[in-house]
């Protein structure tokens, strides 16, 4: 199982870190890129087209501002796409958010929340797994542990509020 | 090959035909409900748990408004779940698109533009392709026929605007 | 009396405990937990069915981003429903604001400012009031108090601004 | 049982009539008003000062634009306010929904969806059932039609799709 | 020459301060007030009514989130009301802007920018200058000298520029 | 007593017709110009350059989109200039709202709401009375006026919604 | 002098048929063409390639949505790109604006307003002046034209106002 | 060649210094100005109008808020004009862009991204390339260095992501 990801700037791979975090967790390999769609416009093509003869079962692109690259991947692959919205310095992540989601008909791309790196590899493990059953139960497994996290944080509210009041 | 449609009212369904068009397109059989995540809540979860078991390898949900039906079946399932904002008759979407698409850290929502119903089954289909061979050699044939449809277009403007200038 | 407070993650709590300050203030008991309408869906929605049997009288929901909470707790209960939107990372709160307030027919969240967690508490003592007598006194002193507040400040303003002026 | 409704303009019956629907069929009584928080400063004043005195144990303010009915009303009664943002012709709504909720400390207003009247109506059932047990089993009955008619919809749908696939 | 300042919290001082200053160079006398529209109604209300007869000729509110003070105050005095909206912690003035530039037909407000707290002042000299000559001649030698300062920074600028370039 | 009226293009002149049918109605003179900011500067700085000298006392400036206008004219007379947001046929009114309003420090336009063309006429009367008395006491007048026509209204659905419930 | 018109969709042409109009008046030759970026990329980015071999001195690229396609064209030509965003029936056209004019650093795009065909056109035949004489004095003239047609709008409005008071 | 760039503020130079280090690497003569539309309207006027004469091929204005400087330089030359929104303290930079970029009919200002002041420079250079082959050559470079930075960027995060899975 392998996927890439392409962010359009280096200064996306705090955000982007993430995303690998997660996927390194479900044994997902991952192929990196810095191309951005604008300056490096036939590397990015290239990597998108040759993204399903290389292995590449689905591809996230996570971009900032006026955020064309992952709708730039999509229009040259039929492998689902994933994009990312990256917050930049103004318009606090819409404009990234409104460039990537509202794709027009005929080329979507799955959009996840504004600087959702987790849920973008966490969506790509679930789009894997429908191919993948072994993902299938990580996916319910990891699923378990985040619902037994928040239920630990709750005890330990339920117990600071105890005293609290 | 089945997937589920939710949506979260009846006045929806003009909308999301479109999406049936395409997915009978594609041979894609389809489960469609309305289910509100509020007025309905027990149903729509019941849904989405079954519906791995059921036979549905990805669910599409599409609502308006604070539009949580797309979390909620999320929530209950580690299917693949589409979320497509409807326009409503206030916010011109936007509340519907939030709503959706930024959901917090661990239960992603593969969201597409305000009432892009083509493309929530466009993805649906592209994301079933992982899996299934014989449709990635369908949406490339879908592809090549929408570029063909765009240069067709083209030609016509082309000629027109000979005239008009 | 008492009341329970469900918020979306513990990273809410900042916020939410000045609302557990008005509710101690006001000699309102409160149960409060961290249950995510995502991560936790069945504790949270189990939290809600029960919390008429449980004794409590009315619910407030914290959460941020899509911030579903406050509307899945009020899908499974008629107690009246606070929804606080909490400000998160992007969109400045109001991701959350319209997730919780643009609400469908039939299911409604009484929603407060973005980061309101004074409001909530008060408008629960207010909600709370309506059965019992003597919180319709303490909220009237309550009320003197503030403005009493905002007076001593005016004193001292007025002050300050003869002497700069 | 008795509640005030307060709209800000007469304009503003038509979306307001919806509210006066749901309450009769909770056999609440109500005192209607058009009273702007601005050209009828005094008599707005005083309907929310004596609502208590005279019966009412809730209001509702409706209004537009720059609205500050709610707030003007909730600013000198405790009983509980909810706020209905009326969509007017310039700014789909954000206006008022702005205007109504995001209240400063102290003085809270329970908002609901931009031209949200039924929600406004149901709030305020909610809300009176706290006190009145009668009206708990009503908003039972309620929410249990309304999830039938969710179904009965669901159904027809499911006939129509089936032929429609 | 008399106005009078009147703020919805003590917080919002920082901001007035810098109108003080400019009232303070054209000599016209300020009553400042802190008062709540909501927590003071009355003392509030009280106040706009009797500025006229307390020899005020223009009333300038300032108030942040769902600022209703700037409209409160006008609809009990014909004096112009300039309104200065006050941004908060959360949606980066809008609320504030609107709630108060968005006011119903009949009682209108001058509003000024965002935190546009010189301005509110200038505009009080502006309309005071309609009765007043003196401030006429005051306020063009004040353009005067902002033009100047203006030209002396680009000198700055042109030399700064011839260097680095 | 005479005041100038501005608008940017003949299409405004719908919404400011009932700017004059205010003053009108309050005896101020009116001289009407349709001069764009942009397509015929000149003449637009030249009217509002010799607006004083010509007797003019006060000037409104309306215009949409990139809503320069009332700024320009603000910036060549020391008169006060009402800024008249016209709402036009993208963005709903917020660019002409934010062009007109967010003015820099140093030349302040008292902004009305969007499309507010009674309100621009309004205050245009009340900035006039500071200095004429018998302003002061028609304005009253009209308050009074409107004040009786609300409460008429009121009394219509009171009456309607008597028979209504 | 040959310029190039690239639309996303035919259904855009309603609105470019301004920009030709204009062109055609300053004689102005124009290749027009519908492409979309993400539906028929190769055929959009190779036109852009080839412009300046073609004799094109300039690109207007006009879309919709998430408008890519002025910034993929200006991705692989060094002509300049102008950039005309077209509202679609969501978002009011915020949503093209943003993906047009928040171009990342290194490949700018000259953004007209939402729908501005005109203005693209307009700008478009300013940027040739750069180098053809010719089309400055065309310029001067068609301002001067403009500057005509406005004060003939303000005589008939001075008219008919003169009546109307 | 030499262009002219006027911004409102000398607070804005941190971010027009950007332009001058692009702008000086393409050996393009500069005249830079500190002239506010508002405050300095007749020096802005007349830099505009002098432009041309003193030898000045296209003009660049930066300015925030409502930023009308770029506008009013328009309306005044037939020089094409680069707006270049510059991001303020409130309101997120959305005031400046909405006031620069949407322009009325018959005056374009090209606009770039908020605070994008390499591409206000980068466009220029564009811009005048259509006229100076030298620059066209000398732009192509640049965008190779730039596409050789980014894959350099890319060689690096493929190296960290190797290690970092």
Known sequence: MKIGI???SDSDFEIVKKSLDILKEFNISVEVRVLSAHRTSDEALEFAKNAENNGMELLIGAAGKAAHLPGVLASVTTLPVIGLPIKSSTMDGLDSLLSIVQMPKGIPVATVAINGAENAALLAVQILSVKYDELKQSMKDYREIMRLEVLKKNDK????TKEYL
Chains 1, 2, 3, 4, 5, 6, 7, 8 share one sequence.
Not at 157 to 160: G, L, Q, R
């Open 6 to 8: 392409v962010m359009g």
């Open 157 to 160: 509210i339920v117990e600071i």
